[in-house]
């Protein structure tokens, strides 16, 4: 019994993997199925493409051949009729048309002549226009080049004013200094002045205890005019003369101003300097020599300490009180009354005039063997000569 309930199991068994193996053939088969028809689709939809563009390909071919038809049939029957009008055509009708074809192609070449021979040298308008704007821009280059032109010749007009007057100075300042050369003395000897001063040598040893030489030419002189000494070498500062109209431009301060007693060399580079400022303004146009010198001379100091208006009335102050100090000195007191208004400015043109024209004359007499020789027999010489020159000058 058992036995048999065993093989009955196995059997089973059995039957159940052979229905799997089954199941599993059938899923298989299922899927190859499934795939061919996949494949058979395709080639379904290839074949479809392939009769449409058969199809087209077709009807294009026939499309062409009417086509081809239609036009070969049209050249025949142009053929047709060009040989119908040709045939049909008079020749003395032909010639009538060359004649008058003729006629007309003579009157145009005529007319294209006439107006080759009318308009040959005719510039075209927008040539015209190009060549107007060219020369309108030229035009106003040139006025402009003109104005820059005339802008700088005023300049160098002054300016060639400015080196004929520097020249000259430089000339004067050569021919001085060969002069001192020549005839420089020796330093003097202060101390032997005590013994002619009032008060005797100890009072000169006083006063002259560290002053320079020319504080001590300042003293002797104030001796000699009757002046305080006192107020010569212990003046330190000027009080000032107020704002009023009144009072010149370059002098207008309230309170003290410092007495810097300035040299004479310094006096003489202001002075060379305003003259300098003053003639450039002539040449501009600026000034004229009738014009008052106070306004001037107020600019110059400004422009000479950089527009600080203490500085420039200090060296007003200072400038006035040098020419006061140096009156014995021919230009000095030139420019001391032309600045006062006793004198008119013209008269330091006309002094300016004949220096050149005396550096000048003699430059000739120094630079002349026959003038040198002529100057010999009177025995003048050229030494001479710029010694008067420079007697003149000071």
């Known amino acids: 019994m058992e036995m048999s309930e065993t093989k009955t199991a196995k059997e089973d068994e059995k039957e159940k993997q052979r ?3 089954l199941q599993k053939e059938i899923n298989r088969l299922r899927e190859e199925e499934t795939s061919y028809k996949l494949q058979i689709r395709k080639l379904q939809e290839e074949v479809a493409d392939l009769y449409k563009k058969y199809r087209f390909e077709t009807d294009a071919r026939k499309l062409l051949i009417a086509d081809y038809n239609e036009l070969k049939a049209r050249q025949n029957d142009d053929q ?6 040709i045939e049909k055509e008079d020749p003395v009708i032909l010639k ?3 004649a008058r074809a003729k006629e007309d192609l003579h009157i145009a070449n005529k007319r294209i002549n006439q107006v080759m021979a009318d308009y040959g040298d005719v510039v075209p308008r927008r040539e015209y226009e190009l060549i107007e704007s ?3 821009k030229a035009e106003s280059e040139l006025d402009a080049v003109k104005s820059q032109y005339a ?4 300049e160098y007009n002054s300016l060639l004013i400015m080196y004929k007057e520097l020249e000259r100075r430089r000339d004067m300042s050569m021919e001085e200094l060969e002069q001192i050369k020549r005839s420089a003395t020796p330093r003097p000897d202060w101390s032997r002045c005590g013994e002619f001063f009032k008060g005797g040598p100890e009072k000169w040893a006083e006063i002259s205890d560290g002053c320079s030489s020319d504080e001590l030419v300042d003293v002797l002189l104030a001796q000699l005019a009757g002046v305080d000494i006192n107020d010569i070498l212990k003046r330190e500062a000027f009080h000032g003369q107020g704002t009023s109209e009144s009072v010149p431009k370059y002098l207008q301060w309230e309170g003290e101003v410092i007495n810097k007693r300035i040299k004479r060399a310094e006096l003489e580079d202001m002075m060379s300097g305003f003259w300098e400022h003053w003639l450039l303004k002539i040449s501009k146009g600026d000034a004229t020599t009738k014009d008052s010198l106070d306004e001037v001379l107020y600019q110059y100091l400004l422009a000479r300490n950089e527009g600080v208006v203490n500085s420039a009335i200090e060296n007003g102050y200072n400038l006035k009180d040098a020419c ?3 009156q014995h000195i021919l230009h000095v007191n030139l420019f001391s009354s032309i600045l006062a208004g006793d004198m008119d400015a013209s008269i330091f043109l006309n002094w300016i005039s004949l220096q050149v024209s005396l550096t000048e004359k003699l430059k000739e007499i120094c630079n002349s063997d026959n003038e040198f020789s002529s100057m010999a027999g009177t025995n003048i010489s050229a030494r001479r000569a710029s010694q008067v020159l420079l007697s003149y000058k000071n």
């Not at 047709?80 to 009008?85: I, W």
Request: no cysteine.
């Open 96 to 98: 009538l048309k060359l």
């Open 134 to 136: 060219s020369y309108r």
């Open 324 to 326: 006061d100090r140096f």
């Open 151 to 154: 802008n700088i010749m005023e």
């Open 19 to 21: 229905n799997r193996q």
């Open 80 to 85: 047709q009729d060009e040989e119908v009008v």
